[in-house]
């Protein structure tokens, strides 16, 4: 699995105000939306294209364009939901695929109640939006599920991540022939007892939905 973890002063500015418990729900929506855009240029780095030719007013010019069948991009439910309008502003033509997963509390493991995914996805790149990768549960059965529906080009975008759930996720793919991707805005210390990264940002839903 390759790895990128974004760095630049303005994405870290960014960052450090959304970790900051004093933001409040609109503000957390609005900066979640464009850190999302910031990662999602890093991870659109190797979507795929094709040559084309247009002409300009005075003579033709060789560029490229978005190949199909187009990239998908899947939300997991229901913090990745937040994510979707800064990837949106990126690559208006994708398609959207949902996902819908729950995480035991107690076991920590995680369970899909809701998709909503093209039947096939063989030969499209997907791209999954997470937050927070923290136990590496989620992220690892949403991997899963889109590789059982032939997609083998998959790059997870999380906004925070722990080592924990990068472990999880290399051991779990250790001899898989996907092509996988993380990109994420920072690698945090570590989780706590109860599953949640230190020191992250809190439960990501919540504060993106206001529950707290
Ligand atoms: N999910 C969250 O929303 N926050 C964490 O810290 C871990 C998982």
């Known amino acids: ?18 970790r900051d418990e004093k933001t409040d729900s609109p ?3 609005r900066l979640t939306e464009e850190i999302v855009t910031l ?7 190797e979507v795929k294209t094709i040559a084309v030719t247009v002409k300009t007013p005075v003579a033709m010019a060789q560029g ?11 939300p997991i ?3 990745g939901l937040g994510m979707l309008e800064g990837m949106s502003r990126l690559i208006p033509t994708a398609e959207i695929g949902f996902l819908g997963m729950v995480r035991d509390e ?13 039947e096939d996805l063989t030969n499209r790149q997907c791209y999954i939006l997470d937050p927070m990768l923290a136990t590496g ?34 051991k779990a793919f250790a001899t898989s022939k996907l092509s996988l991707k993380l990109v994420t805005g920072a690698l945090d210390e570590r989780l706590n007892e109860k599953g949640y990264i230190i ?10 939905y206001g529950v707290v």
């Open 1 to 18: 699995m390759k790895i990128h973890i974004a760095s630049h002063p303005l994405l870290t500015h960014k960052l450090t105000v959304l």
């Open 27 to 29: 503000t957390f929506r």
């Open 39 to 45: 990662l999602a240029y890093e991870a659109m780095r």
């Open 64 to 74: 490229e364009q978005l190949a199909k069948p187009k990239p998908v991009v899947v």
């Open 77 to 79: 439910l229901r913090a």
């Open 106 to 118: 107690k076991t920590l493991k995680a369970t899909t109640y809701a998709n909503r995914l093209p």
């Open 137 to 170: 549960g989620t992220l690892v059965s949403a991997i899963e599920f889109l590789a059982a529906k032939g997609a083998t080009d998959i790059t997870a975008i999380c906004i925070l991540a722990a080592p924990e759930g990068i472990a999880v996720l290399e």
């Open 199 to 208: 020191p992250g940002l809190g439960d990501a839903g919540d504060r993106l």
